[in-house]
C-alpha cells in the first residue's frame, strides 16, 4: 500500500475521532521524522509541509515506524497518551 493512502486512512481516522490527535515515527532513508495528524491534516514537525494539501507529507518511500494516539489538545511540553508505539499492523484495527 502507498504510503499516500496510509496518510489518508489516518487522517480520515481523526476526522471520525476529533479528540485525538496521531504522531506518526516514520523514516526516510536514513533519516527520520514525526508527523502529527488532526481533524484530517497532517504536518511535519520536524520538515518543511508544503502548502498544498495535494503533496503527501508521509512520502512513498517512508517506512512507517510506530504511530502514537494522543489527547487532544497536543501539548508537547506535556502530551497525554492514549497508547504509544503502535505498529502499523496494529493500528489498521483501530481504523
Not at 60 to 67: F, K, M, P, R
Amino acid at each position: 500500500m502507498q504510503n499516500h493512502n496510509i496518510a489518508k486512512r489516518l487522517e480520515q481516522y481523526t476526522i471520525a475521532h476529533p479528540d485525538e490527535v496521531l504522531i506518526v515515527n516514520i523514516a526516510v532513508q536514513d533519516e527520520q521524522d514525526k508527523i502529527i495528524i488532526f481533524k484530517g491534516f497532517s504536518s511535519s514537525l520536524i520538515r518543511p509541509t508544503a502548502f498544498d494539501p495535494e503533496i503527501p507529507v508521509l512520502p512513498d518511500e517512508a517506512i512507517v515506524l510506530s504511530i502514537d494516539r494522543l489527547v487532544e489538545p497536543y501539548d508537547p511540553d506535556a502530551p497525554c497518551y492514549i497508547q504509544q508505539g503502535i505498529s502499523w499492523e496494529k493500528m489498521q484495527a483501530l481504523l
